[in-house]
């Protein structure tokens, strides 16, 4: 299912707004935020250890962010640091956006 998904997927912009507030230390980020970034980070990582667990519940980001860290060493190298939404310090948030820019298009 990864596999089959479009290279680049428009579905990251929040997830780049929100590492993008993360990023800037006099910006706050509302809980819902910070929750809806780590499920994300979780289905990647659910769905990267094994393709095969896509569901109708998967988030598409969680997808997008799947093919993304699989094409782009240096994203899922990035990425990994993150454990919880409280290690995502200023230069986590920028290395991960440096990453997802170099990959992408956008």
């Known amino acids: 299912m990864i596999a089959a998904a479009p290279p680049r997927d428009t579905s ?3 997830v780049r707004l929100i590492f ?10 509302p809980e819902g935020l910070k929750l809806h970034l780590t ?3 979780d289905e990647a990582r ?4 094994d393709p095969h ?3 109708a519940q998967t988030k598409p980001e969680a997808i997008a962010l799947a093919l993304e860290m699989t094409s782009n060493p240096d994203l899922s190298s990035a990425v990994d640091e993150i454990t919880t939404f409280e290690s995502i310090n200023t230069v986590v948030a920028n290395k991960v956006l440096e990453r ?3 990959y992408s298009a956008y």
């Open 100 to 102: 997802m820019r170099s």
């Open 46 to 49: 659910v769905l990267l250890r």
């Open 20 to 29: 993008s507030l993360a990023a800037n230390p006099s910006q706050s980020v």
């Open 53 to 55: 667990n896509v569901s």
């Open 12 to 14: 990251l912009g929040l």
């Open 39 to 41: 499920t994300v980070i």
